[in-house]
């Protein structure tokens, strides 16, 4: 049962609860236009604020009265973590633009319920079929240790959107998010959480993805993390596949940034109907099309990888397996540091394809210092140069130009037939 709260001053709020009744939507609770954006401001709210919110998130719609008073951003934001669509009316010219402002659908007529029911049952009724899924899913997994998921995931998102491609860049790290303070991004957005519990009402859809998401220039828009690890409940395994499903008609490429657990713990708790920590990460690399694996290279971070590899394995099956090993530097690994990864990795877990990140502390500092991906900020660095033989040959590796026949300089048919003649 479809339930909506009306927020609207006068006598249109009866009439709007009454044609909304005859669409089977019921009105759980009709209040001053202005009261829904001062309860979700106030942060110390009496009982009857509070009791306003229990409703309005327990709600599906808000029918809200457009005005300057009545909407405020502590209100989106309560209404995308809670999966409640704001459905705005006004007959003032210039709401469109506070709409369009707070990303919300233009406004409809105020004082007409007959016309806003019309519309609602319209945009419950037809269902548009889902877009077309034609993106990648990139899942970017490490094992413990911080090897440098983070940022190999920044650094792949900024170099595939070179090329014009459109880039979702996804934090579903349960454990330590770390997208939005590396990029200098405001962590108490809607981020990825708001587009999980979307999934849960069918209202996640690539526009959506597109209002919730936080633009990182060029191409590239960022779902941030969790700004509290204690909220990993809310990336369910089935709300986490159903936003990355949404994501592949949303962007060309999404990157997913991953933790380092992949442990199924079903059988070490009682509640086995229970949510799971490691959900998210389980979830992201099954449904990725491609697994980015980074390991550091260091004696610990390689046998870190050795040991997590094989769990990865047994989750993907058989999803391609790109391994980085990044921070390359002769002191932890003696000499010749890659033929002694790659004999390592050819060994024990039958890698022969590796690709390397250098050790790159000056163009690393700067991109943390700027809050930007290396390859804005030191292009000509041979940590962007890698990133970018990386993408060039196993990320998004550019097929190669046919084969051109060589053409025939004008008088070599007569040059050659004189030397037939004089041979």
């Not at 490691?278 to 992201?284: E, H, R």
């Amino acid at each position: 049962m479809t339930t909506a709260v009306v927020a609207v001053d006068g006598t249109a709020a009866s009439d709007i609860a009454l044609h909304l009744g005859r669409l089977g939507i019921t009105a759980s609770a009709a209040v001053a236009a202005d009261a829904p954006a001062r309860a979700a401001a106030d942060a110390m709210l009496a009982a009857e604020g509070r009791d306003l919110l229990g409703v309005i998130t327990a709600a599906d719609l808000l029918m809200l009265e457009l005005r300057r008073d009545t909407i405020a951003p502590a209100l989106v934001s309560l209404c995308d973590r809670h999966g409640v669509r704001i459905v705005p009316l006004s007959e003032v010219p210039g709401e469109d633009r506070l709409s369009q402002l707070y990303g919300l659908p233009p406004p409809l007529p105020l004082r007409d319920g007959g016309r806003v029911a019309e519309a609602l049952h319209e945009g419950l009724a037809s269902v548009p079929a889902p877009p077309t899924p034609t993106g990648r899913v990139i899942a970017v997994w490490g094992p413990t240790g911080a090897p440098g998921r983070s940022t190999v995931a920044v650094e792949l998102a900024a170099e595939l959107a070179r090329d014009g491609r459109r880039v979702g860049l996804v934090d579903a790290d349960t454990h330590a998010p770390s997208l939005a303070l590396a990029l200098g991004l405001a962590d108490e957005g809607p981020g990825f959480a708001a587009a999980c519990r979307q999934v849960d009402h069918d209202g996640l859809t690539p526009a959506e993805l597109s209002r919730i998401s936080v633009p990182l220039g060029r191409g590239v828009e960022v779902l941030t993390g969790l700004n509290r690890p204690g909220r990993w409940p809310e990336l369910t395994a089935e709300r986490v596949g159903g936003a990355l499903r949404v994501c592949r008609a949303w962007a060309d490429e999404t990157i997913v940034d991953v933790a380092a657990s992949l442990e199924q713990d079903e059988e070490i708790v009682s509640d086995l109907a229970g949510p799971r920590r490691n959900a998210a990460s389980l979830a992201a690399v099954r449904a990725a099309d491609l697994i980015v694996a980074v390991a550091s290279a260091d004696p610990v971070g390689m046998a870190r990888f050795v040991r997590g590899h094989a769990d990865l394995r047994a989750t993907v099956g058989a999803t391609p397996v790109v391994v980085v090993v990044n921070r390359l530097r002769a002191g932890a690994l003696g000499i010749d540091p890659r033929g002694q990864v790659r004999a390592t990795l050819d060994r024990f877990c039958g890698i022969r394809d590796v690709w390397f990140l250098p050790m790159d502390i000056k163009a690393a500092d700067a991109a943390m210092l700027a809050a930007r991906p290396a390859q804005e900020v030191a292009a000509r660095s041979p940590l962007s140069a890698a990133v970018r033989r990386l993408v060039g040959e196993a990320i998004a590796p550019v097929a190669p130009p046919p084969p051109v026949g060589r053409r025939r300089r004008a008088g070599s048919g007569r040059r050659q037939g004189l030397f037939a003649r004089t041979a």
